[in-house]
C-alpha cells in the first residue's frame, strides 16, 4: 500500500509564494503519477496539476498555469508543488494523489491513492 504524506501548508499573504511537498512510501515511486488536488469549503476537489512518473509531462489546471510549478525527485520519492503569486482563491486544503501509469490524468476517480491534505491559507 502506497502512502502519501503531505507537508509545507501554512499561511501565506497574497502575492506570496509557498512550496508543499508530498513524500510516498511503500510503493514503486518511480512507477507513479502524481498529482495535486485542493478543496476549498462547499466546493468539489478539483484537479491542479500533474506529472508524469518520469517527469517528462505535465498538466495544470487554467486557473493555476503560469504561478504553480509541479516537480518530482524520484531519489527522494518526493514530488512538489512551488506557488507562486497566491491568490484569495488558492485558498483551499491541498492533497497529493498517485496511481500507476505513464501519463498525466486530471480527474480524481483516476487516482488510486491519497494523502491526507494540508492546509494552504492566503490572506490578504
Known amino acids: 500500500q502506497v502512502q502519501l504524506d503531505e507537508s509545507g501548508g501554512g499561511l501565506v499573504q497574497a502575492g506570496g509564494s509557498l512550496r508543499i511537498s508530498c513524500a510516498a512510501s511503500?510503493?514503486?515511486?518511480?512507477?507513479?503519477?502524481m498529482g495535486w488536488f485542493r478543496q476549498a469549503p462547499g466546493k468539489e476537489r478539483e484537479f491542479v496539476a500533474a506529472?508524469?512518473?518520469?517527469?517528462?509531462?505535465?498538466g495544470y489546471a487554467d486557473s493555476v498555469k503560469g504561478r504553480f510549478t509541479i516537480s518530482r525527485d524520484n531519489a527522494k520519492n518526493t514530488v512538489y508543488l512551488q506557488m507562486n503569486s497566491l491568490k484569495l482563491e488558492d485558498t483551499a486544503v491541498y492533497y497529493c494523489a498517485a496511481r500507476g501509469g505513464s501519463n498525466t490524468y486530471s480527474n480524481a476517480f483516476e487516482y488510486i491513492y491519497w494523502g491526507q491534505g494540508t492546509q494552504v491559507t492566503v490572506s490578504s
Open positions: 506529472i508524469s512518473w518520469r517527469g517528462g509531462s505535465t
Open positions: 511503500g510503493g514503486t515511486f518511480n512507477k507513479l503519477t
